[in-house]
């Protein structure tokens, strides 16, 4: 069964930093690109980075450009998103999401329960 | 770029239909046809129900289906049943990045 677990969520000050993570199960991990995508409390989804199955290729939105680098471990079937300094609007539920081909097309075919980070003084 | 335009709520009979709207530009929607839908459940992740504007991935039921003409993208449930109740978010390729999602649809199944 394909599964995705999300770590690392906490309370953070704004101007700091967190790390997540996402354990991979079930798949072929280095054959399929993967995502971040979050969700601010009672908003909707927001697309936050990408990453293709090789590492090779990472792809940012603007709001977290220069201050959010994804990276992934094939060799773990781990996903990671490094989370520097944090503001206020970075608060949400952050999902690990899973494409289902090796290039970031913005497709996710499975999702993982999410871990939420919050940002406050 | 902001979200894709949808409703901010909609509702339906159980038996009844109803159709949601997801209208984006020329650079997503009209421009790809790479338009998503996904169910998400009141504190569940979200969950994926049509792809490439049309197709049900396994295990989605057959009164879900969805449609595109121009820079509208729509998602038709038929059959309303009350398992149905959730929020629906569209999301399409875009010419400037991987993807943009719409802001979401509240379905109320009365």
């Known amino acids: 069964e394909v599964q995705l677990l999300e770590s690392g969520g906490d309370l953070a000050q704004p101007g700091g930093s967190l790390r997540l993570s996402c354990a991979a199960f079930?798949?072929?991990?280095?054959?399929?690109?993967m995502s971040w995508v979050r969700q601010a409390p009672g908003k909707g989804l927001e697309w936050v980075s990408g990453?293709?199955?090789?590492?090779?290729?990472?792809y940012y939105a603007d709001s977290v450009k220069g201050r959010f680098t994804i990276s992934r471990d094939n060799s773990k079937n781990a996903l990671y998103l490094q989370m520097n300094s944090l503001r206020v609007e970075d608060t949400a539920v952050y999902y690990c999401?899973?494409?289902?081909?090796?290039?970031?097309?913005?497709?996710?075919?499975?999702w993982g329960q999410g871990t939420l980070v919050t940002v406050s003084s | 770029q902001s979200a894709l335009t949808q409703p901010a709520s909609v509702s339906g009979s159980p038996g009844q239909s109803i159709t949601i709207s997801c209208t984006g530009t020329s650079s997503d929607v009209g421009g790809y046809n790479y338009v998503s839908w996904y169910q998400q459940l009141p504190g569940k992740a979200p969950k994926l129900m049509i792809y490439e504007v049309t197709n049900r991935p396994s295990g989605v039921s057959h009164r879900f289906s969805g449609s595109k003409s121009g820079n509208t993208a729509s998602l038709t449930i038929s059959g309303l049943q009350a398992e149905d109740d959730a929020d629906y978010y569209c999301?399409?390729?875009?010419?400037?990045?991987?993807?943009?999602f719409g802001g979401g649809t509240k379905l109320t199944v009365l």
């Open positions: 999401a899973k494409d289902p081909t090796a290039e970031v097309a913005g497709l996710f075919d499975c």
């Open positions: 079930g798949f072929t991990f280095r054959t399929y690109a």
């Open positions: 999301s399409s390729y875009t010419s400037s990045r991987p993807v943009i």
């Open positions: 990453i293709s199955g090789s590492g090779g290729r990472t």
